[in-house]
C-alpha cells in the first residue's frame, strides 16, 4: 500500500496545493536540438542527400490529462500530446503547437504545453500538430470557503460536492461515505475500497435534525456528496484522491470545513464531541462506538487500558472527568452507557466491554486528525449495518 501511495504521489508532485504539477510526459514536440550537435545534423542530412521518407503524418492528437484543474494565480499545469498516424502508430517526429482559447483564463506555452493560470474560468486547451487538434480542459478556481459561516447556513464547495451546515453548538457530525455522486471528471479509485456506507448521509442529517429540536441550537454538519469509488475524506489525501485533481480540492475543502468547525467550537465551548459516522457490513447488529482504541486493546485488564487514555479520541473528555477513563470509556455514563439504556446493543459499553474476537472498527482518519489538532472529544459511530442502519 505505502509504495502504491508513494507512486501516486510522485506522479502528480505538488497536486494537493495547487501549485505546479508535471505530467507523465508523452510525446510532445521534438527536443530542440543542441546548437553544438547542429554541424553534425548538416553532415548527417548532406549523408542522406536530403530530406528523409515521407512517412505517413499525424491522424489523432490526445491530449493528456483531459482536464485538469488549478487553484492559485499563477499556478501552472502541464499538458502533454500524444500524437498517432492512421495506424494508430506513435508519431515521435510531430511537432505540437499548444494554444490556449481563453487567455483570460490560462496562458499556455506554445512550445512547452505548460499552461499558466491568469483569472478564473474554465478554457479549452488546444494542441495542434498541421491540421490536426486535439484538446483539453482547463479550469481555473479561486474560490475558497472562507467565512463568515452563519449557524443554520448550508455553504458548499466546488460542484457541490461537499457541504457544510454551520452549527452553534459543540457537536460537529460527518458523513463521508454516504454520497451517490460519480462525476465523469474524476476516474474511479484503484487503490483501497469504494463501498461506500449506505443511508449515512441520512443518519447524519436525522441527528443533526434531532439534537437541534432537542436543544433549539444546531449541530456543525459536514457531508460528502461524492461516491466512495471516486473520494474517499476518511483517508490521507493520497490514498483519497488518487492524484485527480478535482477529488483533491472537494478532499481539501470537507477537511477545510471540518477545520471551521473544530475552530469555532474550541473558541465558543473550550471543547466538543465530534462524531464520524459510518455504517459496517458485520454480522452482529449493534453499535461500534470507535475511540482509537482496538479490539485487542479494549480486551487488555482494565488497570492496563487506564494506560491508554492519552492515545483514545476521548482523552479530552477523560482528562476533564473525576471519573476513571475506563468509566468514561464504556462506564453507566459513558456514550455506550447512555445508549444501551436507549435499548440499543453497543460496544465498548457496560454490557459488552469489548468484541471479544468480533469484527469491529476502531475509527480512522478524520478521527485521528481532527481529535489530534482540536482537543475534541471524537467517537465514529457506526450504524448497526452497512446497508441497513437504524
Ligand atoms: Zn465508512
Same mark, same amino acid.
Request: hydrophobic share 40%.
Given at each position: ?25 508523452? *510525446? ?104 490536426? *487538434? ?52 474524476? #476516474?474511479?479509485?484503484? *487503490? ?10 441520512? *443518519? $447524519? ?62 473558541? $465558543? ?75 440499543? #446493543? ?45
Amino acid at each position: 500500500m505505502a509504495a502504491e501511495s508513494a507512486g501516486l504521489a510522485m506522479n502528480r508532485p505538488g497536486s494537493a496545493s495547487g501549485e505546479h504539477r508535471s505530467g507523465t510526459r508523452l *510525446v510532445g514536440h521534438p527536443p530542440r536540438p543542441n546548437p553544438r550537435w547542429a554541424p553534425i545534423l548538416v553532415l548527417l542530412c548532406g549523408a542522406c542527400g536530403g530530406e528523409a521518407g515521407p512517412g505517413p503524418g499525424p491522424a489523432s492528437i490526445t491530449v493528456q490529462p483531459g482536464a485538469d484543474l488549478v487553484t492559485a494565480i499563477g499556478a501552472e499545469a502541464q499538458f502533454t500530446a500524444l500524437v498517432r498516424d492512421e495506424t494508430g502508430a506513435i508519431v515521435t517526429s510531430a511537432f505540437v503547437v499548444w494554444r490556449s482559447v481563453d487567455r483570460s483564463v490560462v496562458t499556455i506555452d506554445p512550445n512547452e504545453g505548460l499552461a499558466t493560470a491568469v483569472g478564473p474560468g474554465v478554457t479549452t486547451i488546444r494542441a495542434s500538430s498541421g491540421s490536426v *487538434v486535439g484538446t483539453a480542459l482547463i479550469e481555473v478556481y479561486l474560490e475558497e470557503p472562507t467565512g463568515p459561516f452563519v449557524a443554520g447556513e448550508t455553504y458548499f464547495g466546488r460542484a457541490e460536492y461537499v457541504e457544510y451546515q454551520a452549527g452553534n453548538l459543540p457537536i460537529i457530525i460527518s458523513a463521508p461515505h454516504g454520497g451517490a455522486v460519480e462525476p465523469e471528471e474524476i #476516474a474511479d479509485r484503484t *487503490v483501497g475500497t469504494g463501498s461506500p456506507d449506505a443511508n449515512t448521509e441520512e *443518519v $447524519a442529517r436525522r441527528m443533526a435534525a434531532a439534537i437541534a429540536t432537542r436543544t433549539g441550537g444546531v449541530p456543525h454538519l459536514i457531508i460528502s456528496h461524492l461516491h466512495r469509488a471516486k473520494l474517499d475524506p476518511n483517508r490521507e489525501i493520497i490514498e483519497a484522491a488518487q492524484g485527480n485533481p478535482f477529488a483533491e480540492l472537494a478532499w481539501n475543502e470537507y477537511h477545510r470545513f471540518l477545520e471551521v468547525a473544530s475552530i469555532r467550537v474550541g473558541q $465558543a465551548w473550550g471543547s466538543g464531541l465530534y462524531a464520524d459516522i459510518h455504517g459496517h457490513a458485520h454480522e452482529l447488529q449493534r453499535l461500534e462506538l470507535g475511540y482509537l482504541l482496538t479490539a485487542d486493546q479494549l480486551a487488555l485488564a482494565p488497570a492496563t487500558l487506564e494506560g491508554l487514555a492519552a492515545s483514545s479520541s476521548i482523552r479530552a473528555a477523560a482528562n476533564a472527568s473525576d471519573s476513571t477513563f475506563v468509566a468514561v470509556l464504556r462506564g453507566p455514563t459513558s456514550l455506550g452507557g447512555l445508549l444501551e439504556d436507549e435499548g440499543y #446493543a453497543v460496544v465498548p459499553g457496560p454490557a459488552t466491554p469489548t468484541p471479544s474476537g468480533t469484527p469491529y472498527f476502531s475509527g480512522g482518519y478524520s478521527t485521528e486528525t481532527h481529535a489530534e489538532r482540536r482537543q475534541l472529544i471524537c467517537c465514529p459511530h457506526r450504524a448497526a449495518h452497512g446497508r441497513h442502519p437504524r
